[in-house]
């Protein structure tokens, strides 16, 4: 695809991301729009997967580790037509399976996270699977940057690491914000590129919301032969909506009337911006 | 009866309030600040607040290792992380070492409903009540949650507190006693019991009042601590009601119900009797009042599972 068809997708997600948790009093909004670039690319761009090859054992895997931005995943899930997206519409309510993270009642999610700290593990044994199996899919998977605290995800890293796990790719969304503050303020992540390194990963750094960045980025995968791939992939908490951007107390709060009127004025005006410079009005 | 502040609020309040006064006092947070509404505890006593990141594993040794000096020590944190992930940090390093770490867990139960089961403590009695040395407490209203986080201070064993983060009834008169260990009777009944626990007695007691209306006379009782366990309160209720129904806010395995349950059988009482909780299926996801009206834990659903097993009961 495109890039410029993309980055109009990007406007688009934005906009569902914020009618879904509008609709639904409730969702996690600032770390949905941080990492929503990065699920364009993936699954418009890099992987291997749609709803005709979902139970394909050579499709590629996305775990979403972070599941509490699952509102990213629905509205590019639902793009890609692995439900209709007025399911949505039911986001949080009783007895929807469309629940506030990531399960596998809903078509397209591999697996069920929402608990931080899981998705690692999960993408390192799938990853390892291919291996045994010799079989040429990849996986991807997406970590907040407050969850690296979870001594898990270190635990996980390090079995990447010793088995080679080159066709696994762990991609850190870097928006350096938490729900209590600053990730450097709450526990201390730096100098986190250098622990990666000493880990054994093949680490690429990249602007996380840029999408020709990412689609570059992305086209070097795997970084090294016989190393796992890490994208350090920095991101603004709340991208794309002025006021919610870089702000901690948009983890999760829900747009009033106000807020999303202006919020989709916002989107209006990109949308619009994107259009002209394409049309070459500008 | 009217709604109080959620129980959340009230352990937040009493807890800056205690710790003010005794510097000794110091709360521990898994960036669960927020959650455990600490704000304004951590604005007002820097000193007595230490976060380590989303690492409940961590929060949990943590806080051993500072209860280990002879500090009160409050690990605060959503009740389905504290005491699935940080399971053996409690085993371990809190009942088994004996460090008494006051292990708080927020946001119990299914008070994260839409979130899913990964949000979801429907295990955590179960888990709990099968280590030995600590102690299991969960209150069900503003009264009981006060006197439970006062009672924390001083308890000689490491304890377990859990509540949700809605408003909760007012279920007692301010003279009540309040007792770990000691159930709490809300209402005097001769025809059937609710025992029950945590956020799960105001629905009970709702139940009783429309059981009441029907001529049925129901006794209830707040279970609010399940280990050490008040066995008196429970035969006595075997002994003066012929249906007992106890309901907790936690799947029917391994929690207040089956604990009820063992002991009525070694005590050779066979009272008609119910447990109503979580089955073990894929849960139904909503708001805590929606799942609680799902599984029958509603004034309603209660009232009708009261009526059902004493229609199955002869009277005695
Ligand atoms: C094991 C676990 N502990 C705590 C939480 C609660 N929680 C949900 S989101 C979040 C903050 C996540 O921060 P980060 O990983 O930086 O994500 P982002 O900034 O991308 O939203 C926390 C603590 C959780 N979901 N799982
Ligand atoms: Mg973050």
Redesign the pocket.
Known sequence: MQAHEMLLKSVAYRRSVLKMIKTSQAG?T??SL??LDILNVLYNYVMNVSPENFHDPNRDRYIQS????VEALYAVLADKGFFPEDDLQTLNQYQSHYIGHPTRKVNGVEQNT????HGLSLAVGTALAAKLDQRSYRVFTLL????LA?GSSWEASMTAVHYKLDNLTVII?R?R???TAG?EDVNRLEPLHAKFMAFGYAVHQCDGNDIVGLMHTFDHLPFAPGKPSLILANTT?GKGISFMEDTVKW?HRVPTDAEYEIATRELDAQEAELKAVNSGVR | MEYGKANLDIFAETLLELASANRDILVVT???RGSGKLGPFGDALPHQHIEVG?A?QNLVGVAAGLASTGKQVFAVS?AC?LTA?ALEQIKNDVAYSDNRVRVIGISAGVSYGALGATHHSLHDYAALRAINNIDIVAPADNFETRAAVRAAIEYPRPLYLRFGKRPMLNLHAPDTNFEIGRAITIREGSDVTFVAIGEAVAPAALAADQLADDGISTRVISMHTLKPFDEAALLAAAADTRALITVEEHSVGGGLGERCASLLMEHRLFPAFKIVGFPDEYMATGSQAEIFAHYGISPDGLALTARTLLQSEPTR
């Open positions: 996690h600032g770390g941080s990492c972070k599941g509490h931005s929402g608990a931080l700290g907040g940057d407050g969850e979870e969304d928006n914000l938490q729900i990730t908490k983890h | 898994s960036d669960s989303i409940e959503p992380f992930r």
